[in-house]
């Protein structure tokens, strides 16, 4: 059956009340993998990654959530707010472990490797790690941005940082000194910084453009021109296609390898502020202005989750009208 006959069903996640502006998954763990959502209302959720199923709220901010993500194996969650904090959240239990203050919003909040260590941006224009061993400690601290900082990773074995800010650039930092040791320089501001699953390649979307980087020198790959201003970008885990959004509401697939478009699929109603790839790769999940998150089939009509494909002949995945997920 080709696939080219199946028509692409998102399902909604539905829930937050506020613009949806940041989305990660977990790796695949003993209970499979989940997703965590960034809401202007404050509340970050958690759900099963494969089904879109509400597991549970974090409360606690005081302010719109720009960022969120969760460690690997989905036992800690992170969260960077408009109430000035960064926090650190029990993702089991849902309670609350650390809270740190900045002095301006938080935009950015990343674990490294082992969850001993968290980063977080702010539009203090600096970049922090704090210690969660010792979460009293003074952070380690990385200035040198002229812009706020939209987004910061741990990279190159967590010996240093990655960070990407509202003054056009790109800028690589070396714990061990403290200091900037490379800057791309960008025509507009970079919006998204995506680490592959294998460590390889830094996907950038900035402008309507995309760009695609080796992880250990900086070295640019390739770049790929899309049709809409693209807030997010994520890379297959196998590196075969890329999915991207923004500013026209839709979602785009484009093949890694020749960069020509192979799909797009209106299915929001308002623009796409966050896409990302599940650990699996069988799907990718995306946030919006509208509120609401979706998961897309990186195979249509694969049995897969709550898609089911019934008959071969069948035209349609057996879920033939958008299914909503909400939230208890």
Avoid at 169 to 196: A, C, H, K, Y
Avoid at 236 to 257: A, L, N, R, S, T
Wanted: glycine letters at 8%.
């Amino acid at each position: 059956m080709a696939a080219n006959n199946l028509r692409q069903i998102p399902l909604t996640c539905s829930g937050h009340t506020r613009p949806v502006v940041h989305l990660d998954f977990s790796d695949i763990c003993d209970s499979g993998y989940f997703l965590i959502s960034a809401c202007k209302d404050g509340s970050p959720m958690l759900r099963h990654g494969d089904t879109g199923d509400w597991v549970g709220t974090f409360e606690g901010h005081k302010g719109a959530v720009w960022n969120a993500t969760l460690n690997r194996n989905a036992t800690l969650a992170a969260s960077g707010a408009a109430d000035f904090t960064g926090k650190v959240w029990n993702a089991v239990s849902g309670a609350e472990i650390h809270s740190f203050q900045h002095k301006h919003i938080v935009k950015s909040v990343a674990f490294d490797t082992q969850s001993e260590n968290i980063v977080t941006g702010s539009n203090e224009k600096l970049v922090r790690v704090f210690n969660l061993e010792q979460p009293e400690a003074d952070p380690e601290i990385y200035c040198g941005h002229t812009g706020a900082i939209k987004r910061a990773l741990f990279c190159r074995g967590d010996k240093c940082i990655i960070s990407a800010a509202e003054d056009k650039t790109v800028r690589l930092w070396d714990r061990m000194t403290g200091i900037e040791v490379q800057r791309l320089q960008f025509p507009n501001n970079p919006n998204s910084l995506e680490i592959s699953r294998d460590n390889h390649v830094l996907t950038i979307a900035h402008g309507s453009s995309i760009s695609f980087w080796e992880i250990d020198t900086l070295k640019k790959l390739k770049e790929v021109k899309v049709p809409t201003n693209v807030a997010s970008a994520s890379l297959h885990p196998d590196k075969h296609v890329f999915v991207c959004g923004g500013e026209d509401f839709k979602m785009y697939k484009f093949d890694y390898i020749t960069g020509n478009e192979i799909e797009s699929f209106k299915g929001h109603f308002g623009p796409v502020h966050s896409v990302k790839f599940s650990p699996d790769g069988e799907l990718y999940a995306s946030g919006s202005e509208d509120g609401t998150l979706r998961l897309w089939q990186t195979t249509v009509g694969k049995t897969y989750g709550l898609w089911k494909c019934t008959e071969p002949n069948d035209m349609n995945n057996s879920i033939n009208s958008p299914r909503e997920v909400p939230a208890n």
